[in-house]
């Protein structure tokens, strides 16, 4: 079974701190993604990566930026947290970038900027 | 951008069928997915349907899409109080191998 796991369940920062929220894969996937999710929003694509080093603008890049320095790892960080960045946060991998691809997500952070 | 919408929340009583529905707007997109959400968890694939086929069964989950119509949407038959749970469309936007997904629906099964 494909496994992505994220390293915080729940996170609580203050305003201006930064934040990295880590994900890891065990599957070799190539593509890694960053998505929040807000009530009534649904899911909205912050950044993904393709490849290692690799990284694309997702729907809502501003206020984050994204490191791919192994295969396995894509971390999320917020440089200088606003309260606005107050979500969950969900990654996900695929083995591809194929639309026959499934993405496999991890089970969250739900981060509180105070 | 191309949109996926969804209504918000359904509510329906133990061993009734629920249908959940979806349109989206990207005529070329070869796949759409259903998604699951519990509460507290991330998201688990539930079933997918490729473009060229109408309808899909996997136990008590059908698939029906209209391609015409853009419209996509999911049946549970026999919902039990274990399906309570958030569900999200999605369509595969192949111009830019991203997923695009719906705001979810609420399904709460009463007993």
């Known amino acids: 079974d494909v496994k992505v796991t994220q390293s915080s369940r729940y996170l609580v920062k203050r305003t201006g701190e930064k934040v990295f929220l880590e994900c890891v894969q065990d599957?070799?996937?190539?593509?890694m993604f960053w998505y929040r999710q807000d009530p009534g929003l649904g899911l909205r694509l912050i950044y993904f990566?393709?490849?290692?080093?690799?990284?694309e603008k997702g729907d809502i890049p501003e206020g984050y930026s994204v490191s791919r320095e192994k295969k396995e790892r894509f971390s999320l960080i917020l440089e200088s947290a606003s309260t606005n960045q107050t979500s969950m946060y969900l990654c996900?991998?695929?083995?591809?970038?194929?639309?026959?691809?499934?993405?496999?997500f991890g089970p969250g952070t739900r981060l509180t900027v105070l | 951008g191309e949109d996926v919408e969804q209504s918000l929340f359904l509510s329906v009583r133990e061993g009734d069928s629920s249908v959940i529905n979806c349109t989206y707007t990207?005529?070329?997109?070869?796949?759409l997915y259903w998604y699951k959400q519990e509460p507290g968890a991330g998201l688990q694939l539930l079933t997918y349907?490729?473009?060229?086929?109408d309808m899909k069964q996997d136990q008590r989950l059908t698939v029906l899409l209209n391609k015409k119509d853009k419209h996509l949407s999911l049946r549970i038959a026999d919902t039990q109080t274990g399906d309570s749970a958030i569900y999200f469309c999605?369509?595969?936007?192949?111009?830019?191998?991203?997923?695009?997904f719906g705001s979810g629906t609420r399904l709460l099964v009463r007993p």
């Open positions: 996900a991998s695929s083995r591809n970038g194929a639309s026959t691809d499934t993405q496999y």
């Open positions: 599957m070799d996937h190539e593509n």
């Open positions: 990566s393709y490849d290692v080093k690799m990284k």
């Open positions: 990207d005529s070329s997109s070869t796949y």
């Open positions: 349907i490729f473009s060229n086929m």
């Open positions: 999605a369509e595969f936007e192949d111009s830019s191998y991203k997923l695009i």
